[in-house]
């Protein structure tokens, strides 16, 4: 149901991203308290980008979910940034995150909806 989508303008090596995917992965898990087998996530490194006409270090991130709860956001938003500026170095005031929430029938999965 969770869906994590990460851009990036900085080369990440492979084996660095694939850390990412598996932490990233982990952490959205965790905070949401759903199942990992239900959790998608995408990396895409090495994108143009600019961010207030900078292309320094910079991520853009969405996270889509069934039932995200806006209690949690300020706790996922601070977990995710603390991730890429660990992980791939981008800092937290170079990163945005956009939250949505999906009606279940409006997400599809296994032939059906939720």
């Not at 990460?6 to 982990?26: F, M, R, Y």
């Not at 905070?31 to 006409?53: C, I, N």
């Not at 601070?78 to 791939?88: F, N, P, Q, R, T």
């Amino acid at each position: 149901m969770p869906y994590l989508t990460i851009q990036t303008n900085q080369p990440v090596p492979e084996q660095t991203g694939k850390q990412l995917l598996s932490e990233a992965s982990g952490l959205i898990a965790a905070q949401l308290g759903k199942p990992e087998r239900y959790v998608m996530v995408s990396f895409y490194p090495s994108a143009e980008m600019l961010f207030a006409g900078s292309d320094a270090p910079l991520a853009y991130v969405e996270l889509k979910s069934i039932e995200l709860p806006e209690q949690k956001i300020s706790a996922l938003s601070k977990a995710l940034c603390s991730l890429l500026e660990g992980v791939i170095g981008v800092p937290k005031e170079r990163i945005y995150i956009e939250f949505s929430n999906a009606p279940r029938d409006m997400w599809g999965w296994n032939g059906t909806t939720f």
